[in-house]
Each structure stands twice: as structure tokens, then as C-alpha cells.
């Protein structure tokens, strides 16, 4: 949404809420928990509060084309989102990509165009940005915390935007009477961009830093996980070991079950699945934890040797729990050297398209990448 502030009240609350969401995504997000991703995010919200005071402050002057200039900046932010995703779960960023975008709409906005002319050209940047919402629609369904609830606020924002670039887009088509074709967008969106924000900073910073002392550990230990594994691999391809594997392993149901036995009971229940796999998979195995009821395991075994464990972990998983908790099943996705290659972030992207196969054939199975 962008701060097209025609009235005082609106144009203070965003300086509040503005200010306040980039104080906490710095302070509790990047500051804590410096990454690529945080990184992203944060120049994002520092971006919006700079469009907003730029904004604010350029209307109350009366300077129009710096006005402009400050709407061009908050467009800027859902690009840094969408790029910060994709660094979440190990693919490229591409942050660069605000610098030439946002420079194109700044010079855009700043040409001394028409009133007319002036609404096309911000609603046709308004729609290439929401281009960049639906990607980030699509990244919070490939990562792995995508089925966590606090992610739905940041998608119901991002689904709005769309939706506004649509309305927006088809009323070009209907050319209003009015002197100001943008009237009812300034109230609309300067009231949208509050809830934007507040929708993003609960999203991003429950991903960022966790919500407990425990997930915070485990998203360090990810990273520690996947330094190791990474360097194992160097060292295999150097070697020509053609025998490692990648595991991504994870419960099935996992929506299913946070309802059934709550917060609590899943978190005992993903602590016991993760106790499992570390007793069931080889000694020499590196062992990461990538969500709740989610872990990874890189193995040097044969792939013979490589089904035993995981026949034997699903057989376990099978039996029912001796303390009476709720029995749980589990998939598993089965990459290779072999056909994923070296490089772990392609053999983890491989494994996680095998476990979802598997959980959609009905889970308690694995499937397994083949040449």
C-alpha cells in the first residue's frame, strides 16, 4: 500500500506505525539475528519510513515532485520482502533488484506529467510491485514453515495488495469525472498501508527471531547445520563420494495435529520424532532441525543401506508411543549426489519436492530422486 496521505490524522498514525514496525523489525529482527533474509527485511521497513516522513513532510511543504519521489521509495519494500524470503530458505536474493525498479518509478513520478497521465503511470507501478506480492506469495509456500499460522498475516496482505493492483488497473478503464482521479486511492491506500505494515512486521519477525528462546537455538543450529553439511559435500565432491544423501524428514498432518493435541502436545510430539530419527539414522549422519517436526540428515551411506534406515525409522513411527501420546506418521524425501548434485541447497530443494510428493501420496512413505 502506499502513503498517499491527504489527510493530517492518517498521515500521523503512519509516522506512528511506521516507526514503531521499523524500530521492532531492527531492534528484534536483524539486530539479533543478522542473515541476508533479516537484512532484506529491514531495508524494507527503512525504506517505508523514509517514504513516510518524506511524504508527510513534502506534502506539508507543498513540494509535489518530492512527494512523489517519496511514494517511488515505498514501493520499493515488497521487492525487499519477496527477496528476503527467498534468502530464508536458501535461495538467491535478488536485492539488487529494488535499486533499478525504485529508480525507474522515482524519475516516473518525478516528470512533470499531467493529472491524468500522473494516475496511469502510479498504477501501472502500482501493479508491477504486486507482481512482487504474488511471488511472495509463492516463496511462503515453498518455505519450510509455510503451514505456520502466524505466516497468514503477512499472505493476507500480500493477497491484498494484488487485489487493490487489479481495481486499481480496471479503473483505468473507467476514467473518473473527478479533478483528482486518485482521491478515493489516497484515503483507501493511506489506510492500507497501516494495516500493511502491521500484517508484515507480526509476519516477518515471528520468522526472523521465533517465538520462544527454544526456536531461536533452532534456527541457529539450521545454520550451523547447514555450514557443516555444506562443507561435508565440498569435501565429497573433491573425493568423488558418490554414496551421500540427503533426508528431509517430516511428520505428517502437522495442521491436523496442532489442533488436535495443541501447541504443547505437537511440540512434544515433534521433540520425539526428532529424538527418533537421531537414534534410527547412522552415528556419522549430520542431523539438522529445520522447522518444528521437520529434519534434515545428510548421510554417507549406500543407497541399499540408505532404505534400511528409513524402512526401519517409518516401522518405528508405526508403532504406537509408549507414554500414549498421539501416533503420528511421517514422510520422507530422499535426494542424491548422484542426480541433485553437490551444492546443498539444490539437494535440499530435491528433497523437499520428494517429501511433499510423498505426504501428498497419502505420507508414512518416502520418495526418492532418481537419474
Request: aromatic residues 8%; glycine residues 8%; hydrophobic residues 55%.
Amino acid at each position: 500500500m502506499t502513503a498517499l496521505t491527504s489527510d493530517g490524522g492518517i498521515g500521523s498514525a503512519q509516522l506512528v506505525v511506521v516507526s514503531l514496525c521499523t524500530v521492532l523489525m531492527v531492534g528484534l529482527g536483524f539486530i539479533p539475528r543478522p542473515s541476508r533474509a533479516t537484512l532484506a527485511w529491514a531495508l524494507a521497513f527503512v525504506l517505508a519510513i523514509s517514504s513516510v516522513y518524506l511524504t508527510v513532510g513534502a506534502e506539508a511543504a507543498g513540494a509535489e515532485t518530492l512527494r512523489r519521489i517519496g511514494l517511488a521509495l515505498l514501493l520499493g519494500a515488497p521487492i525487499l520482502i519477496w527477496s528476503g524470503l527467498r534468502s530464508w530458505r536458501g535461495a538467491r536474493p535478488y536485492i539488487w533488484a529494488v535499486a533499478p525498479v525504485g529508480a525507474v518509478f522515482a524519475i516516473t513520478f518525478s516528470l512533470p506529467l499531467g493529472v491524468a497521465e500522473y494516475a496511469l503511470a502510479f498504477r501501472l507501478s502500482f501493479a508491477v510491485v504486486a507482481v512482487f506480492c504474488g511471488l511472495t506469495i509463492v516463496e511462503l509456500r515453498r518455505i519450510p514453515e509455510r503451514r505456520e499460522r502466524m505466516l497468514l498475516p503477512l499472505t493476507v496482505a500480500s493477497i491484498g495488495f494484488v487485489v487493490f493492483a487489479l481495481i486499481g488497473l480496471m479503473s483505468a478503464f473507467f476514467p473518473a469525472s473527478a479533478t483528482d482521479p486518485l482521491a478515493v486511492a489516497r484515503l483507501v491506500n493511506g489506510l492500507g498501508l497501516l494495516g500493511y505494515m502491521i500484517c508484515i512486521v507480526v509476519s516477518l519477525l515471528w520468522l526472523a527471531q521465533g517465538t520462544s528462546a527454544g526456536q531461536i537455538r533452532e534456527v541457529a543450529g539450521w545454520a550451523r547445520f547447514r555450514a557443516t553439511a555444506s562443507e561435508r559435500l565440498v569435501r565429497a565432491r573433491d573425493r568423488d563420494e558418490r554414496t551421500w544423501a540427503l533426508l528431509m524428514l517430516r511428520v505428517d498432518d502437522i495442521a491436523d495435529i496442532r489442533d488436535a493435541a495443541g501447541e504443547i502436545g505437537f511440540a512434544r510430539i515433534a521433540a520425539r520424532f526428532e529424538s527418533l530419527v537421531r537414534q534410527m539414522v547412522p552415528a556419522d549422519a549430520d542431523i539438522g532441525r529445520r522447522s518444528a517436526g521437520t529434519v534434515v540428515a545428510l548421510v554417507p551411506r549406500t543407497v541399499p543401506v540408505t532404505r534400511e534406515y528409513v524402512r526401519k525409522l517409518l516401522a518405528e513411527l508405526s508403532l504406537p508411543p509408549a507414554d500414549g501420546s498421539l501416533q503420528v506418521s511421517a514422510s520422507v524425501g530422499w535426494s542424491s549426489v548422484e542426480t541433485a548434485g553437490y551444492d546443498f541447497s539444490e539437494l535440499e530443494r530435491a528433497a523437499r519436492i520428494g517429501v511433499d510428493i510423498a505426504a501428498a501420496a497419502g505420507g508414512d512413505r518416502w520418495h526418492r530422486d532418481r537419474i
